[in-house]
Each structure stands twice: as structure tokens, then as C-alpha cells.
């Protein structure tokens, strides 16, 4: 009876390994599949979508209704700009929704010059100011400028 109790011991230890196993291999099936319908990666129907990345590297006060920024697109691909938003202090908005703006390159920095119309506010040395950019991609990027 003692050997009998053994091998059964044996038996299960082999079939909860073999139930690992299978269970490993449709893990990593899934894994598989799952990659191959997300779209991105080296299963997927295609490249992973490029990556746009600005921050501000310096910013000029030109005049009380111009600022230049100088963008950076330290992203993997080109985005043009579409629009932009100045909010003050105060909370008062200029927008300019149908602008052309510039096409920036990936890895390189591109001067933007923002306009606005002076009738809500202008822009005055010393006090901070909201710029918001919208890309071609919809994305949406805001940088805090002091003029």
C-alpha cells in the first residue's frame, strides 16, 4: 500500500505539470493573437504610430500682441500646427482656431509666432500667460510663458 500511495503521488504531480504546460501554451497563444490585433509592435499589422513630443525651449515678448515661441518636436515624426489659445491670469481667452501654422520636423526647433488681437488683453512684461497649440494629430500641448 505504501508504493501505491506513492505512485499516486507521482501521477499527480505529473498532471498538474502537464496542466501547467497547456495552460502556458495558450497563454502565450493569447499573447500572440493579442498582439497581432492591437496594430503596434512586432506582431502587429503595422508600425507603431509615430510620436510627437513639443516642449518650449525660450520664448521672446515682441510686442504687447506678439510672442515668439521656439518649439521643439523632440518626437519621431512631423506634426503641423492648427490652432492656438493665449489665457491670462485672469482667465481671459484669445483664440485663433483657423490658423496655418508651421510644420515642425522631428527632432529640430521651429519659432511660432502668436498673435493676438490686443481686445481681450495683450501681453505685458512680467506677468504669465497660458499658450495652448493644437496639432494636426489632435493633440493638444500647453506651455506657461512669463513675457
Known amino acids: 500500500m505504501g508504493g501505491e500511495a506513492k ?18 501554451v495558450f497563454l502565450a497563444f493569447g499573447a500572440i493573437i493579442y498582439a497581432g490585433t492591437s496594430g503596434c509592435g512586432s506582431f502587429g499589422q503595422g508600425p507603431c504610430p509615430g510620436l510627437v513630443v513639443l516642449t518650449i525651449d525660450s520664448h521672446t515678448l515682441n510686442s504687447p500682441t506678439n510672442v515668439t515661441l521656439n518649439v521643439r518636436n523632440s518626437g519621431s515624426v512631423a506634426v503641423t500646427l492648427i490652432s492656438y489659445y493665449v489665457k491670462n491670469a485672469t482667465g481671459q481667452v484669445y483664440a485663433n482656431s483657423s490658423w496655418s501654422g508651421p510644420t515642425l520636423s522631428a ?27 493644437v496639432t494636426s494629430r489632435n493633440g493638444q500641448w500647453g506651455f506657461t510663458i512669463q513675457a
Open 7 to 24: 505512485h499516486r503521488s507521482t501521477g499527480v504531480k505529473f498532471g498538474i505539470v502537464v496542466l501547467f504546460s497547456i495552460l502556458a
Open 107 to 133: 527632432n529640430a526647433v521651429t519659432p511660432i509666432n502668436i498673435l493676438i488681437d490686443g481686445i481681450a488683453f495683450t501681453f505685458q512684461s512680467g506677468h504669465t500667460y497660458n499658450v495652448y497649440v
